[in-house]
C-alpha cells in the first residue's frame, strides 16, 4: 500500500527497494516486470450479447414475451392477435434496446481511468537516462519529472526543487501541492496529506524532481480506485427496486386471476378453447403492456427539463431518484464554494477590513467597522495592497486570470483598489522557497526601488522592525500583535500571508537575502474559497424539503468547519478520514447520520459514508469531480459529477452531470425529480384501474356466462379491441398526464420513505373503485343493446352483437375520459384545476375520439377490429358512461380528504 511509503527516509526506502541511486539494471528490472506485472490498469468488459441478454431477465420483460407467444400461437390459429404480438414484441425490444445502452456507459469509467495512464516516462536506469513506455516502470525505478510532466506511478520523491504538483483529478483539491522529501510522521494519512508522495495520474505545474517507484499497476492509488470502481454495487435504483417489486407482485396476481378464470371456464362446462381464449384475454387486458415506455418516457421528459436547468442526466432512473433523495453528500470546492480564493480579510495600519466580492470580480469594496472605507485615502492599506498586488506572478484578464490561485487572490485585492501593473517595473526576483516559506522582489516605481516580500506571517514578522499606524505614520513594530491576528484569520480558515516593505538605494539593481532586513510590516492578507450565495440559498432549500446536506472534502477540518458554518450546514462536529478509518461499521453508520462535516478523507471513505447512510435506509446522492470520487459515485444511489471541474473518470461515473458545478443545480433537479415520481404516480394510478377494468369485463363475462347468455356467447370487448383500448390510452392520455404543471411545494414538503411503496392503500382503492366503475357501464350498455341478439344461447343477430361488442368499446372511451380528466392530481379536485392548462391532455381526448371513429366507420378497419356503425340514438346513453368514473374519483378525493388521508 502506498500509505506505508511516506513514513521511511531515503536510505530506508533504497533499502527495503533494492534500489540504486545509479539506477536499476535492465536485468533487474526485467526480473521485477515479471514479478509484478504491467504498469497499467486492466479489467475486462462484458460482451455487448451478455450485456443485451441481461435485459430480458426481468419478470415483465418474461410475461410479455410470454404473452407475445400465446397471441402469435393463437394468431396462427385463426384468432385475430397479429396487432396484440407485434405490438407486445415491439416494446419488448424496445426497453431491451434503452437497457442495453444504459448499462454500456458504466464501463466507460474504467476507460477514462485507463486514459490518464501516462504512456512514456524517463528513467534513470544503469546511469543512463532513457525513455521508457511508462507500462515497463517496476518498484525501484528512478523517475526523472519536470514541469508539465504527469508522474507515471506512485512515487516517493528524494530530489525536488519547487516543485508542485497538481492534485486535483485525485483529491478535487484546485491548488497544486508544494512536495518535500523529508519523511512523514502519522498513521493513515490521505493522499492530498502525503508531501512527499507522488500518484499516478496527477501532473507536475513547477519545478523539477526525481523519484523512486514503489507501486505501480492496480497497486497505485489510481489502481486501487479501479478496483473500487469494478467492485462497486452500483444496484438497484429506489424507483427500479419498487417497480421490479410492483411488477412481479402485479404478474402473480394476474396469472393467478388468469388460471381462476381458465379452471373456472373448464368447470361450468365451456370448450377449452374459450377458456383459454378468455384467460389469455383476461391476460392481455390486465398487464399494463406499455407501462416499461411510459416509465420510460416520463423520465426521459424530466431528464429534458432537468438538462434545461443544467442538470444532465446520464441514466434516466436518476431523473426520479433525486426526488427520494434524503441526504446529498457534496464536495466543497467548486460545488459548494466558488472554487476561486478571494481575499475577505487585511489587516493594515493596525486596523481589520473585511473585503466584499468573490471569484474573479474586481467590483468590491473594503469595509471598516461596517462601512465603506475607500483604500485611496488610507495609506497604511494602500501600501498593503500594493505589496500584494506586484509581489505576483499572477495575471489578470477579462475573462478571469491565469497563474497561482493564491497570487490571483491579491492580484484581485489589489485591483480592487483600482491598482495597475503599469509603472512598476521588476528587477529582481527571489522565488518562493517552501523551506524559506516567502518570495521577494525588486521592483522600480515613481524612482524609488523598493524590496517586496510576502510570505508565512511568522517568517515574514522576523524581518521587520517598524510598522505603520492607521494615518500611515511609520511606528516600531510589535510582532505579537500581528501574530495574534494571523491566528484570528486562521480559527476562521482564512490562509494568510503577511507583507512587507523595504526601500533600497536608487542604484542598487540586485535582490540578496541580506536586504530582508529591518524592512516595514505592512500587514496581513487572509483569503479563502468562499461559498456561492446560491449554494447559501440552496442548503436552506433543502433543509425546508427535508434533506441533510453533507460536506465531504479533502480540505483541512477548519476549513471545511468554518466555511459549512457559512453555508448553514450543522458543524458541531467535523471527523476526518483518519477518525474514520478506526470506526466500526456500527460505529459508523451511527457518525454518518449525526455528523455532517467530513474531512480529509480518502476515495474509500466516501465511498463508505455512503454506504454507511444507505445502511441506515436514506437515499444517498454524492457529488464529486476528481478520480477519487469514482468509487464513491457509483455506490451511491445517485453520482453527480461536475461538468466543467469534473475529470472524465468521475462524468462516466455518475448518473447525473452538473453543467454548471452549481449545488443549487441539484436543488433544483431534487424538485424536477419529485415532480418525475408524481407524474409517475398519476400514470400507475391511471393506468392499472382501467387495465384492471378491462380485465373484469373478460372475468365478468366468464362468471356470468352461465345465467347471462350473451356474455358466453361473445366477450364484452374482444382482445383486439382491448389491446386497441390500451395502446391509445398510454399515448393520448397517459402521456399528456407527464405535462401537467408542477404542483406547488414540492420543496416544501419531506422526501417520501424509501420503503414507500406502489401498491399501497391507496393504489388497491383505486383499482377496485375505478375498475368497477368503469368496467360496469361496459358491462350495462353490451347487455342494453345487445340482449336481444343472443336466444336460448344462440347468436341469431351476429350485426347487432358486434354493434353491441362497438358500443361497450365506446362507453368504455367515455369512461376513461371522465377518470383522466380528474387523474390530472392525485389528491386535489379537478374542480381546482384550469380545465385548459393542460393542452396535451385536451388535444389527447380529441385525437382519441376522432382516432375510434376510423374503426367504426371504416370497413376495412372495422373488420380487423370487429366493430360496427350503430344506430345514433344509442349514442345519449353512451355519452352518460362519462360521469360514473369521474364522480367516483371526485367522491374518493373528497372522502380521502375529510378524512385527512389526502398527503403526497
Not at 158 to 179: A, Q, R, Y
Not at 339 to 358: L, P
Not at 613 to 623: D, E, N
Not at 713 to 739: G, H, K, Y
Request: charged share 20%; aromatic share 6%; net charge negative.
Amino acid at each position: 500500500m502506498a500509505e506505508s511509503w511516506y513514513g521511511l527516509s531515503t536510505d530506508e526506502l533504497i533499502e527495503k527497494l533494492d534500489a540504486s541511486p545509479d539506477g536499476l539494471s535492465d536485468e533487474v528490472a526485467a526480473a521485477r516486470l515479471a514479478q509484478y506485472g504491467l504498469n497499467e490498469i486492466e479489467f475486462k468488459k462484458t460482451p455487448a450479447w451478455v450485456r443485451f441478454l441481461r435485459q430480458f431477465n426481468d419478470p415483465m420483460v418474461i410475461i410479455l414475451l410470454v404473452t407475445a407467444t400465446v397471441t402469435g400461437v393463437l394468431t396462427a390459429l385463426g384468432s385475430h392477435m397479429l396487432p396484440d404480438t407485434i405490438v407486445i414484441a415491439g416494446v419488448v425490444l424496445l426497453n431491451s434496446i434503452l437497457g442495453f445502452v444504459q448499462e454500456g456507459k458504466a464501463e466507460g469509467a474504467l476507460d477514462a481511468l485507463r486514459n490518464m495512464m501516462v504512456q512514456e516516462c524517463l528513467v534513470i536506469r544503469q546511469r543512463d537516462q532513457r525513455r521508457i513506455p511508462a507500462k515497463e516502470l517496476v518498484p525501484g525505478d528512478l523517475v526523472v519529472l519536470e514541469g508539465g510532466d504527469k508522474i507515471p506511478a506512485d512515487v516517493r520523491f528524494f530530489e525536488v526543487s519547487n516543485i508542485h504538483v497538481d492534485e486535483s483529478s485525485l483529491t478535487g483539491e484546485s491548488v497544486p501541492v508544494n512536495k518535500i522529501i523529508e519523511p512523514l510522521q502519522g498513521e493513515d494519512l490521505v493522499p492530498g496529506d502525503q508531501k512527499n508522495m507522488g500518484f499516478s495520474g496527477t501532473y507536475l505545474t513547477q519545478g523539477t524532481a526525481r523519484a523512486i517507484v514503489v507501486e505501480t499497476g492496480a497497486n497505485t492509488v489510481f489502481g486501487r480506485i479501479a478496483d473500487m470502481v469494478k467492485a462497486a454495487d452500483t444496484g438497484m435504483t429506489p424507483l427500479q427496486k419498487k417497480m421490479k417489486e410492483f411488477v412481479r407482485t402485479l404478474i402473480i396476481a394476474i396469472l393467478v386471476v388468469g388460471a381462476f378464470n381458465f379452471g373456472y371456464g373448464i368447470y361450468l362446462g365451456y370448450d377449452t378453447s374459450y377458456s383459454f381464449l378468455g384467460a389469455v384475454s383476461l391476460v392481455v387486458a390486465a398487464i399494463p403492456e406499455m407501462l416499461p415506455a411510459l416509465v420510460t418516457s416520463i423520465l426521459a421528459l424530466s431528464g429534458v427539463v432537468m438538462a434545461g436547468r443544467k442538470a444532465l442526466i446520464r441514466k434516466l432512473p436518476a431523473a426520479e431518484t433525486l426526488g427520494a433523495t434524503s441526504v446529498i453528500c457534496s464536495d466543497k470546492t467548486g460545488t459548494l464554494t466558488e472554487n476561486r480564493m478571494t481575499v475577505t480579510r487585511v489587516y493594515a495600519g493596525t486596523q481589520i477590513y473585511y473585503v466584499t466580492g468573490t471569484g474573479y470580480n474586481i467590483e468590491g469594496e473594503f469595509l471598516f467597522d461596517g462601512l465603506a472605507a475607500p483604500p485611496q485615502e488610507d495609506p497604511a492599506l494602500m501600501q498593503l495592497l500594493h505589496c500584494g498586488f506586484n509581489c505576483n506572478n499572477a495575471h489578470l484578464s477579462g475573462a478571469g486570470g491565469t497563474g497561482d490561485p493564491t497570487e490571483l487572490a491579491l492580484r484581485i485585492s489589489g485591483a480592487k483598489a483600482e491598482l495597475v501593473v503599469d509603472g512598476v517595473q521588476r528587477l529582481e526576483e527571489i522565488p518562493f522557497d517552501s523551506s524559506a516559506k516567502y518570495m521577494a522582489v525588486l521592483v522600480e516605481t515613481e524612482g524609488k526601488r523598493l524590496v517586496l516580500v510576502k510570505g508565512a506571517p511568522e517568517v515574514v514578522v522576523q524581518m521587520c522592525s517598524t510598522t505603520l499606524d492607521p494615518d500611515g505614520q511609520v511606528i516600531p513594530f510589535e510582532p505579537n500583535t500581528a501574530l495574534y491576528t494571523a491566528k484570528l484569520f486562521a480559527r476562521d480558515a482564512l490562509r494568510t500571508l503577511g507583507f512587507a516593505v523595504k526601500e533600497l538605494a536608487a542604484d542598487q539593481a540586485d535582490l540578496r537575502h541580506d536586504d530582508l532586513a529591518e524592512m516595514r510590516f505592512v500587514g496581513l492578507q487572509g483569503m479563502i474559497d468562499p461559498p456561492k450565495q446560491s449554494a447559501i440559498e440552496a442548503v436552506e432549500q433543502c433543509k425546508g424539503a427535508g434533506i441533510r446536506t453533507v460536506m465531504i472534502t479533502g480540505d483541512h477540518p477548519d476549513t471545511a468547519q468554518a466555511v459549512a458554518k457559512q453555508l448553514g450546514i450543522s458543524a458541531e462536529m467535523v471527523i476526518t478520514g483518519a477518525e474514520l478509518s478506526h470506526l466500526e461499521e456500527t460505529e459508523l453508520e451511527e457518525t454518518s447520520e449525526k455528523v455532517s462535516v467530513f474531512a480529509r478523507v480518502a476515495p474509500e471513505h466516501k465511498k463508505a459514508i455512503a454506504e454507511a447512510l444507505q445502511a441506515r435506509g436514506l437515499v444517498v446522492a454524492m457529488t464529486g469531480d476528481g478520480v477519487n470520487d469514482a468509487p464513491a459515485l457509483k455506490a451511491a444511489d445517485i453520482g453527480v459529477a461536475m461538468g466543467i471541474s469534473g475529470t472524465e473518470v468521475a462524468k462516466e461515473s455518475s448518473d447525473m452531470v452538473l453543467a454548471d458545478d452549481n449545488f443549487a443545480t441539484i436543488v433544483a433537479a431534487v424538485e424536477e425529480g419529485r415532480h418525475a415520481w408524481n407524474n409517475l404516480q398519476k400514470a400507475i394510478l391511471y393506468t392499472l384501474p382501467t387495465n384492471a377494468a378491462q380485465a373484469l369485463l373478460i372475468m365478468g363475462a366468464i362468471l356470468m356466462a352461465a345465467t347471462v347468455p350473451l356474455f358466453g356467447a361473445r366477450f364484452v370487448l374482444e382482445p383486439v379491441q382491448i389491446l386497441w383500448i390500451n395502446l391509445l390510452d398510454s399515448v393520448l392520455l397517459t402521456m399528456p398526464l407527464m405535462m401537467e404543471a408542477k404542483e406547488k411545494g414540492l420543496l416544501s414538503a419531506p422526501p417520501r420513505e424509501a420503503k414507500t411503496q406502489i401498491i399501497n392503500k391507496l393504489f388497491l382503492q383505486r383499482v377496485v373503485v375505478m375498475g368497477l366503475a368503469i368496467s360496469i357501464p361496459g358491462f350495462l350498455i353490451y347487455y342494453h343493446f345487445g340482449a336481444a341478439a343472443v336466444v336460448d344461447g344462440e347468436i341469431v343477430d351476429a350485426l347487432l352483437l358486434t354493434q353491441a361488442q362497438t358500443a361497450a368499446f365506446w362507453a368504455i372511451l367515455l369512461a376513461h375520459f371522465g377518470y383522466v380528466i380528474s387523474a390530472r392530481s392525485i389528491y386535489g379536485s379537478v374542480f381546482g384545476i384550469n380545465p385548459f392548462s393542460n393542452h396535451w391532455l385536451l388535444a389527447g381526448i380529441a385525437l382519441s375520439i376522432a382516432i375510434r371513429f376510423i374503426p367504426t366507420l371504416v370497413p376495412e378497419a372495422a373488420a380487423l377490429f370487429r366493430t360496427a356503425p350503430f344506430p345514433s340514438d344509442w349514442w345519449p346513453l353512451i355519452l352518460m358512461c362519462f360521469f360514473p368514473s369521474f364522480m367516483a374519483i371526485e367522491l374518493d378525493k373528497l372522502v380521502r380528504k375529510s378524512l385527512g388521508r389526502s398527503s403526497r
